[in-house]
């Protein structure tokens, strides 16, 4: 049966990888790439739902995708980056980051989940981030990325919890890519552990192994790049 992979994002260091990798793979008959930057048919802006719905129904055309991966996110643009304190908290910005990292994300699954296969074991798979875990939060800050990470676990985790009922074996994830060198990155990588800034295409195929071994029962989950299962 013909298949095909979506990624959300394809612009981007992690999505373009992604993308060159799923091909170089050759497990895909078709590998169709979206984002904001690319024009025509293939233009997706995650604050537009009239581009996702027509990503979507241009999808729809070829082979049911077995693979849906969201490679977004925003952590800082131009003079905004992530709040330190309370007192940095803005309301545009807030709701600016949450369009990106949370509403969009949604707005793809309510397009795209609809167009999984119901046989097999299709994946629905969103970069997350390990600072979006309530659990695992030690530290505080970050408080617009942080929060919109974690509405977007929770939103996963419903939607997992619908999709079972039309689809007992379709598999919806999280996945933290740990820190990649990219733009989203960049301003912060001083911080990172020797040997724990991955090239894009690194991270990419180490996303690839982990959703090659999900199994129905993860759906719902949230994995690093390791395979660990990140508490919510």
């Known amino acids: 049966m013909a298949k095909a992979a979506v990624i959300i994002g394809a612009s981007g260091g992690i999505g373009q990888a992604m993308a060159d990798a799923i091909e170089e793979e050759g497990g895909h008959d078709r590998v169709w790439r979206f984002a904001r930057s690319f024009t025509g048919e293939h233009h997706l802006d995650l604050t537009d739902e009239a581009s996702i719905a027509a990503a979507a129904a241009l999808v729809a055309t070829g082979p049911a995708p077995t693979l849906v991966f969201v490679a977004t996110g925003l952590l800082h643009q131009g003079e905004r980056g992530p709040e330190k304190a309370m007192r940095d908290l803005d309301p545009e910005w807030l709701a600016r980051v949450y369009a990106v990292n949370t509403i969009g994300p949604a707005l793809v699954a ?34 617009g990325y942080r929060a919109s990470k974690a509405a977007l676990n929770m939103l996963l985790r419903n939607f997992a919890i619908e999709a079972k009922r039309k689809s007992e074996r379709a598999i919806i994830v999280g996945l933290h890519p740990g820190t990649v060198d990219t733009g989203l990155s960049k301003p912060f990588q001083a911080n990172v552990a020797p040997g724990k800034l991955f090239d894009a295409e690194r991270a990419a195929l180490q996303l690839l192994d982990v959703i090659e071994g999900l199994k129905p029962v993860d759906s719902g989950k949230i994995f690093a790049w390791d395979g660990e299962e990140i508490p919510f």
Not at 126 to 131: F, G, N
């Open 110 to 143: 309510k397009h795209f989940l609809p167009l999984l296969p119901r046989t097999g074991e299709p994946v629905f798979a969103a970069l997350s981030a390990r600072v979006g875990s309530i659990a695992d939060n030690k530290m505080g800050g970050w408080h």
